[in-house]
C-alpha cells in the first residue's frame, strides 16, 4: 500500500503514465526519474490532444511547476 505521493511515483518508474500540465496540455509517457520539485523524466514521450496522440517527443523533460496531474 502506498502511505506517501512519492511511493506511488517511485510504484510508477518504468511504466505509462498520464500527465496533465498547464494550459490543458496532456503529455504520456514512461516515467523515468523525477524529484522532490516534482520534475519529470518521460521516455517515448507523446503529446495528446483529444486523447489522441498528436505529436512524438522521444525523451522529455517537465518541469515541476508546469504539472498538474500525474496519472499511473
Known sequence: MN???FD???DSLGKNVLVELKDSVSVRGTL???DV???LVLENAEKLVGGEAKKKYGTLLLRGDNVL????
Open 37 to 39: 520539485h516534482m520534475n
Open 32 to 34: 523515468q526519474a523525477f
Open 8 to 10: 506511488l511515483l517511485n
Open 3 to 5: 502511505n506517501r505521493p
Open 69 to 72: 496531474l500525474i496519472s499511473p
